[in-house]
């Protein structure tokens, strides 16, 4: 099979494989000063739920560099669902990903299921979960732009998680071959078979590309390294992109952060790659995350705002 030509929605975005001086113009400015340790992300924050201007500025200036930010509040392990709603609301990202698994609230509370049907998924389990970015089978009408994570409680041992920006994984894909990205924006690279309940298709099938170019210019990536109910397009340049997407992940490149998350503490984000580790609860300690899925980007962190 030969991947499909890529729909190049914005020849101004840099991220066009075929803009060359505006891609590399945006390179540098990118990789300049680029933070190398996960304590450069994190802004310490008092109560998220009323963010001060200083506050939510220095989040910002860090999400527009990395897409993405860890805020160390003082809420401790309260479980008020207003803390990661209203640090969504902040960020301008109001239109939630109301899943079949969340919450009355929209949110999505990832803790260990022992009953229901939620102990069918991994994200209710406490295993690990390979590198991904979040809604990968959303349909395109549905993609998720922006993911935040808020931790009520962390497990006794283990469920740290690694980040890294998925415009810093283009940047290394495309340095290594610009075709490999070309390969990439093929229009079905990449098929999440239908999920079927009890003989009923409960959601579609769904096809479409591993990065894609929003309208506004910015890059979206949808991308999960699991190898079962995902069907990837076997032309040799797809694989071999895929192979050398997977290298990146799985080895120690700088722009791999990773660390554990404590209470009170939060990831709030363009939806980049992401992973977690396996882990134990205890009766003291028993993981509790909540997730929160928007349909649109954080707001002040497009293109536009950082490109001079």
Excluded at 248 to 261: A, E, F, K, V
Aim: with cysteine; glycine share 6%.
């Amino acid at each position: 099979m030969i991947a499909q030509t890529p729909n190049l929605k914005n020849i101004l975005s840099p991220f066009s494989p075929e803009n060359n001086e505006l891609y590399e113009k945006w390179r540098d400015q990118k990789l300049e000063n680029y933070p190398v340790n996960i304590s450069d992300l994190i802004v310490e924050v008092i109560d998220p739920r009323i963010l001060s201007q200083a506050e939510h500025q220095a989040m910002l200036d860090v999400c527009r560099k990395t897409n993405m930010v860890i805020y160390a509040g003082k809420t401790g392990s309260d479980p008020d669902p207003e803390i990661p709603l209203s640090i969504g609301r902040r960020f301008g990202v109001q239109s939630l990903d109301n899943n079949w698994l969340a919450n009355d609230t929209g949110l999505t509370s990832l803790t260990v299921a022992t009953e229901g049907i939620r102990q069918r998924y991994i994200p209710y389990t406490n295993q690990a979960i390979n590198w991904h970015t979040d809604g990968y089978y959303n349909s395109r009408q549905n993609q998720i732009h922006s993911l935040l994570l808020h931790v009520v409680q962390r497990a006794a041992e283990g469920g740290e998680n690694a980040l890294m920006d998925h415009e810093v994984a283009y940047i290394l894909l495309r340095e290594k071959n610009p075709d490999y990205i070309r390969a990439l924006m093929g229009d079905n690279v990449m098929t999440i078979p239908a999920r079927i309940e009890e003989g009923t298709v409960a959601r579609a099938e769904e096809a479409g590309p591993v990065f894609s170019i929003s309208p506004g210019g910015d890059l979206h990536m949808r991308y999960t390294i699991r190898v079962n109910n995902v069907i990837w397009s076997d032309d040799p340049l797809t694989q071999e992109a895929l192979t050398c997407l997977k290298d990146i992940l799985n080895s120690d490149s700088p722009y791999i952060y990773r660390g554990l998350l404590e209470a009170g503490m939060g990831l709030v984000s363009n939806n980049v790659l992401h992973d977690r580790a396996a882990f134990k609860d205890s009766e003291e300690y028993k993981r509790h995350f909540y997730r929160a899925r928007y349909f649109n980007r954080l707001q002040g962190t497009s293109i536009s705002d950082s490109v001079r």
